[in-house]
């Protein structure tokens, strides 16, 4: 049964900082941030109008799996403390397993994404260049095929109402410094590895995905959320088959929606229908249920 969808959280208790595409972003006195993942979902870098009802509690389970699974490969944000202890008690049921109480970090501005495949725009960049976000990659490549080996390629941050830039590592040096363009890129690829691997022995394909970081005490941490339904490509092994879009348990679904629709891809974004909307939430559930061995709870 889909709860009740929560678009926008309204806690009284501490001051609201910003409100990202899908999380709403707290201050909890100095040194820690309090994020509440709510039910939108963006896509072209524009929020849609409807929420997809529980996606904000997915989203954070899938993420604090991945933090705990993979902690040993770089620190996370986390404190591990319980959020529900930081907001009033009548705002518990807006916070209560769709919220993380986090550090506060330094945030690196480039977003770091890890491809396995070829898809989204790597695809389109591939089929008018050869290359993905300048990395030359061999000729005749079909749509969705598995990569020699993943390659990293950066992308800037947009600000509100822009879209994200692919960049490539030279220009992402030229940002973040080379000391930790190397880092990300290294840990990224780890990430990615070891990700992928657990996900192939559960039958999941791990096609691309996207990780943020900042620094902490002078040490790289990744943040935000992790290897999400948001934020990676999730592909059904046993339905692969290059040369096409692939069926898919992420946003996929949602964009080509929005494809078909012809939207231009500026403001207003059209409403999702409610086939959609429960499609959506579905594929989710499922990614999180095959992937962390439970479902939302």
């Known amino acids: 049964m889909a709860q009740s969808a929560l678009f926008q959280s309204t806690l009284h208790s501490l001051p609201l900082l910003a409100r990202g595409k899908v999380r709403d972003i707290y201050a909890v006195g100095d040194d820690r941030l309090l994020l509440v993942a709510t039910d939108r979902i963006s896509a072209f870098d524009e929020v849609l109008p409807v929420p997809i009802p529980g996606k904000g509690r997915i989203l954070t389970a899938m993420a604090l799996f991945w933090f705990a699974r993979l902690a040993h490969v770089v620190p996370n944000h986390l404190t591990g403390e319980d959020p529900c202890t930081v907001v009033a008690a009548d705002e518990v049921p807006q916070v209560e397993g769709r919220a993380m109480l986090v550090r506060r970090l330094e945030p690196l501005p480039v977003e770091a994404i890890v491809r396995g495949y070829l898809a989204g725009s790597g695809w389109k960049e591939y089929r008018d260049r050869g290359t993905v976000c300048g990395v030359a990659l061999p000729p005749g490549l079909p749509q969705a095929a598995a990569l020699p080996q993943p390659i990293f390629t950066p992308a800037t941050k947009a600000q509100q109402g822009a879209h994200d830039e692919n960049i490539d590592f030279d220009r992402m040096r030229g940002i973040v410094g080379d000391a930790r363009a190397a880092a990300v890129r290294e840990v990224s690829l780890r990430l990615y590895a070891e990700a992928a691997a657990h996900a192939g022995a559960r039958g999941i394909i791990i096609a691309d995905t996207k990780f943020e970081f900042g620094v902490i005490d002078g040490k790289i941490a990744v943040c935000d959320e992790m290897l999400t339904p948001d934020s990676s490509r999730f592909w059904p092994a046993e339905r692969y088959a290059p ?20 939207w231009d891809k500026n403001p207003p974004a059209p409403d999702l229908p409610a086939d959609v909307v429960a499609g959506t939430r579905a594929r989710y559930v499922e990614a999180l249920t095959i992937l962390s061995g439970h479902g939302l709870r």
């Open 243 to 262: 040369g096409g879009s692939q069926p898919s348990f992420d946003k996929q679904f949602v964009r080509d929606f929005l494809e078909s629709c012809r």
